[in-house]
């Protein structure tokens, strides 16, 4: 499968921004998704997971409750809502996808997924 991830752009910190993960061909839904981020100097880091059923998320710590993953399936798409936003969250934004044949099946690991998208930037501005 190929990721296309979009959204991304500068807003003021407080602010919000939808990021959005576009796969290509008609098997997305078998596909589990992350979204995974990496600031400048850092190491590349997760950030949100969901199922392919899209019952099941997992976020780091530094984002819970102010992120959100979530999964249209018509559109082959899957979203990163991200609210309240801080100038930590400043990073490139990569959507990872993985299939698998079981629908609770979930993944946070780096290792755990095949198929990237090429990444958006997000800059937050304090």
């Known amino acids: 499968v190929q990721l296309q991830a979009s959204g991304g752009g500068l807003v003021q910190a407080g602010g919000s921004l939808r990021l959005s993960c576009a796969a290509s061909g008609r098997t997305f839904s078998t596909y589990a998704v992350g979204w995974f981020r990496q600031a400048p100097g850092k190491e590349r880091e997760f950030v949100a997971t969901i199922t392919r059923s899209g019952v099941n998320t997992n976020y780091a710590d530094s984002v819970k409750g102010r992120f959100t993953i979530s999964r249209d399936v018509a559109k082959n798409t899957v979203y990163l809502q991200m609210n309240s936003l801080k100038p930590e969250d400043t990073a490139v934004y990569y959507c990872?996808?993985?299939?698998?044949?079981?629908?609770?099946?979930?993944?946070?690991?780096?290792?755990?997924?095949?198929?990237w998208g090429q990444g958006t930037q997000v800059t937050v501005s304090s």
């Open positions: 990872a996808a993985r299939y698998t044949s079981y629908s609770s099946d979930i993944y946070s690991e780096e290792s755990d997924f095949r198929s």
